[in-house]
């Protein structure tokens, strides 16, 4: 140990004392500026002991016994915490993705991540951390469990690539499994009841969107501009976000759609209502002002199902209900997908299999004859 002290650990160097310990399977060597004395020898010994127990503990911070060692610069990063991480994540990501999601991400944050992270170190976090907060959450679904996650993911692995933390608890975290909600879609006679019983704007909508396959958010923000008479087709372009007119979601849900004869019907019964320049088509029916959430529809489509005797689903269902009719019809998946808005038909096969039979040429034909045979439109009329 060198002039005759017998501290392990601690040595004498060019008139200082050096302390010499392990941590994270690194030697590390630091110079305190003492004289060495015998007092200052024992307080080095002393000082040693206590850094191997905050070692052994977990507790130990380079910054807090040698704030000026380079080591300690490096920990001052691994000093971030995760509400500061996540911020710095809504903040870098909100140019970049949807509003719709970017609102999503933020509730994550606010209502969930930071009450129950926000104040720790992110290098504190440990895999069974995260673990015992899943298995806690009792009350809420696996789809929403792994939309909280993913601001998680996001800033571990932002903290990696920035040498913040030296390993990712995420890595050992897998999403849960979803069961997919399987279409429902409403037979034509359940169909039939439920145009008698709805009237008006609501009927003309609700026919429009069996005819079309249209989401509700892109219901909500369809303008007459958007119909092209000539061509029967109608340009989606636009969705009703989180009280705002955004573009659609995807780039193939910016599409052009063949308006098939009950969707040409309703819109023509709708002239009455609504028939303005580039004015919004669909409106409650009672204000006369344009949709201002979707649980406005919800409310009276709950209403009109119950007076139609029909079992309740949701209106996404009027979507699955167009896909099934097509696809029963015969026509191209392809096509379909294209109506839809799917980038291929990869998402037709996986969600409406069942209603695959073999492909026939002619789009569009074979729909507009099942329909017509089954009386579920009325006589078309000119636009």
Known sequence: MGRGHSHEGIRVRAGSIQIDFRWKKQRCRETLKLEPTKANLLFASRLRSTILNAIATGTFKYSDYFPDSPRAAGEKGRQVRIKDALETWLASIKKTVALSTWIGYESAVRTHLVPQFGDRFIHSLTTSDIRSWIGNMDKISPKRINNLLIPLRAIFADALHDGIIDKNPMERVKNLKVETREADPFTLEEIGKILEVAQGQMKNMIQFALWTGLRTSELMALEWGDIDWNKKTVFVRRAFVSGQVKDTKTVSGRREILLLPGAIEALIRQKEFTAVENAIIFRHPYSGEPWKHPKQI???????????????????????????????????????????????????????????????????????????????IEKSQKA
């Open 298 to 376: 919800g409310k009276l489509w709950e209403v009109i199902l119950r007076k139609a005797g029909v079992k309740f689903r949701n209106p996404y269902q009027t979507r699955h209900t167009y896909a099934s009719m097509l696809l029963s019809a015969g026509e191209n998946p392809m096509f379909v997908a294209h109506q839809m808005g799917h980038k291929d038909w990869g998402m037709i096969r996986k969600v409406y299999g069942r209603w695959l039979p073999d492909t026939v040429p002619g789009s569009g034909d074979r729909i507009r004859s099942v329909w017509s045979q089954n009386g579920h």
